[in-house]
Every structure is written in structure tokens, then in C-alpha cells.
């Protein structure tokens, strides 16, 4: 299938905030097993060869992923594919070090978020990337120092937008705040109370990315599938890592909620959140050709009608939500 050839449906564009531009309503995530050197490069560039026939303009990464592997492995397939980088929004994240043994660590230093910049240029391949957002910061370390060096990047040509994924706390830092164009927190039917952080930021002209609006796990296929696939027990293990996002209670009441006929419940799980207000994209990863599809297919539907009823009443009797 040609990067250029038109999918039967096409995931729509919304605006981008206040910035002026669009963006696809459904972003790929490029990191996790996707970027690992062991997920076969054929593989990983059907995925994205995918996602450009369905429309798909925001491809999202990080320098940390796979220690630098995502951004090369995206760059790379971007050129292979004739993409035009112009016509896309590929971002990425700096903050988040990856040493060669794969141990993460912080830093925020002016200085170093400037060195990290033009590393993730040269590993992706590109003069200028569409968003640079900071990886996971705290409050404390968006000095007036790093914030003049954000500009300085923007003014330089070597972004056109600037960015924060975090969690809810710090997401709420930066609302209304400058140079932050674009806010990515964590959305899904298990932290359906962040959607409120997408309404505000809108309200302060800035866009709003989901990030994990599957909830990693939640919305898989049955277990036994997973069980059977390198990538799978990876997802799993990873899934397992992060108790906050693995409330067994809950998701087995989402389960019985989520089914329609015509329906994945990943694709109603994905209609809810893509109709919350102030939501520019939902960022999602996959290591499969035919869940994008089933994503962008949903991606032109409206949520039924008793399915976001039943959302409503699961939510309101929620003391979590509700809280």
C-alpha cells in the first residue's frame, strides 16, 4: 500500500489549539515495543505506512525511547515513505535521559535541553521538529532559565511548537502558561477527571494531546493473546509496572459496559475520549497494522448514544471522578 494511497476512511483533522495549524484527530505513538531494535523493521514501518494512508498527520516520540532507537527508527521510515515532514506534526520530548544501559534519568538544564534538541534532530533526521514538549518535569524545574531556552529553540527555527507531557499536577502548572503551546496529560476512562484539564487549557488557546487514552491494558484483546507474543508480554509486563493504571474493579465494570454491536470496545473507549472537549489528538501506540485501522475507523463515528449514557451514570457513581 503506498504512504500516499487513500484509506477507504480517513481520520479527520481538527485544530491545534490556538496555533493556527491541524492536526489528525489520532496521533501514533512511536515508542514502547514499536521503537525496540528486536520488533522487526518491517513490521514497525507497516505500522507507520498505516497510519499515513489513514490520514494520520502527528506522530509523537521521545529521545528516551529505546535510547534514541524511536527517533532514528521514525526518521528513517518518515524518508523511506517519501513523507513529507512539512505536512506532519512529528514531535518529541527532552528532559528524559537514556543511558546505553537503558537507566533513565532527568535533566532539565537549559544548556542540556538545547544539546538534547539538536541530538533529536540529527537521530530523526530533520532542521526543525513540528513540537518539542519536556518529558515529565516538576514545577520546580520550569525555571525562568528553561523557559528563555524553549523560546530560543523556536526563534532559532529548530521548533515550531513547544510542549509538556506530564502528569495531571504539573499539567495544571502550565496551563495559561508561556511558551507552552501544547499540553499532553494522561485521558482515558480510568482518569476520566483529567479530561477537565483539556477544557481549561483550551479555554487558554493551547492544544491538547491524550496521551494513553486506552489505558495501556484496559482495552486489549483477550489475555491468551497477549500471552502468545513477544510484544504482548512485554505490554503486559509494562502494564503490570504501573498499579495506578491496573484497577481491576473498575476495568471489569468498563468491560461490561463497553460492548456495542459494530463495536471494539477500544474503539468506544477511543469515541468517548475523542469527544471530550478541548481534545486536538489522541496519541495511541500499537506494533499492528490493523489496530490502526480500527482506530481510524472509529475515529469517524460518534459514540452511541446509550454507551455514553451508561459512561455517564459508571462515572457519577464513581467517588474518584466525582471527587
Known amino acids: 500500500m503506498s504512504p500516499h494511497s487513500k484509506s477507504p476512511s480517513t481520520v479527520p483533522q481538527r485544530a491545534l489549539g490556538a496555533t493556527g495549524q491541524s492536526v489528525s484527530c489520532l496521533g501514533l505513538g512511536c515508542a514502547s515495543y514499536w521503537a525496540k531494535p528486536r520488533f522487526a523493521e518491517n513490521k514497525a514501518r507497516a505500522v507507520v505506512e498505516t497510519a499515513l494512508a489513514s490520514g494520520i498527520t502527528l506522530f509523537d516520540t521521545g529521545a528516551s525511547y529505546a535510547a ?17 515532514p512539512d505536512a506532519l506534526l512529528i514531535g518529541t520530548k527532552v528532559g528524559t535521559i537514556s543511558d546505553v544501559r537503558g537507566r533513565l534519568r532527568k535533566d ?20 526543525q521538529v513540528g513540537l518539542i514538549q519536556l518529558h515529565g518535569p516538576e514545577p520546580t524545574d520550569l525555571t525562568d532559565e528553561l523557559l528563555t531556552a524553549l523560546e530560543q529553540l523556536k526563534q532559532q527555527g529548530k521548533a515550531r511548537l513547544i510542549g509538556i507531557n506530564a ?28 479530561k477537565q484539564l483539556a477544557r481549561h487549557a483550551a479555554d ?8 494513553g487514552p486506552l489505558a495501556r491494558m484496559l482495552f486489549a484483546p483477550p489475555l491468551a493473546s497477549w500471552l502468545t507474543r513477544p510484544s504482548g508480554l512485554w505490554y503486559l509486563a509494562r502494564a503490570l509496572r504501573h498499579p495506578r493504571s491496573m484497577r481491576w474493579r473498575k476495568m471489569r465494570a468498563l468491560h461490561s459496559i463497553l460492548k456495542h454491536q459494530g463495536w471494539t470496545s ?37 459514540l452511541p448514544s446509550a454507551i455514553r449514557q451508561k459512561l455517564l451514570n459508571f462515572l457519577a457513581d464513581d467517588p474518584e471522578f466525582t471527587r
Open 167 to 194: 502528569n495531571d499536577r504539573i499539567i495544571q502548572h502550565a496551563i495559561a502558561r508561556e511558551p507552552f503551546d501544547v499540553l499532553m496529560p494522561f485521558i482515558s476512562l480510568l482518569e476520566p477527571d483529567h
Open 204 to 211: 487558554a488557546g493551547q492544544a491538547v494531546l491524550a496521551a
Open 108 to 127: 532539565f538544564d537549559p544548556n542540556s535541553i538545547i544539546e538534547q534538541t539538536e541530538q533529536s534532530l540529527k537521530r530523526l533526521g530533520l532542521e
Open 266 to 302: 477500544a474503539q468506544l473507549a477511543l469515541a468517548w475520549i475523542l469527544e471530550q472537549p478541548g481534545i486536538s489528538s489522541a496519541v495511541f501506540g500499537t506494533t499492528k497494522p490493523e489496530h490502526v485501522s480500527e482506530l481510524t475507523a472509529a475515529s469517524q463515528r460518534a
Open 68 to 84: 534514541g532507537h524511536a527517533e532514528q527508527r521514525l526518521g528513517r521510515l518518515l524518508r523511506e515513505l517519501d513523507a513529507d
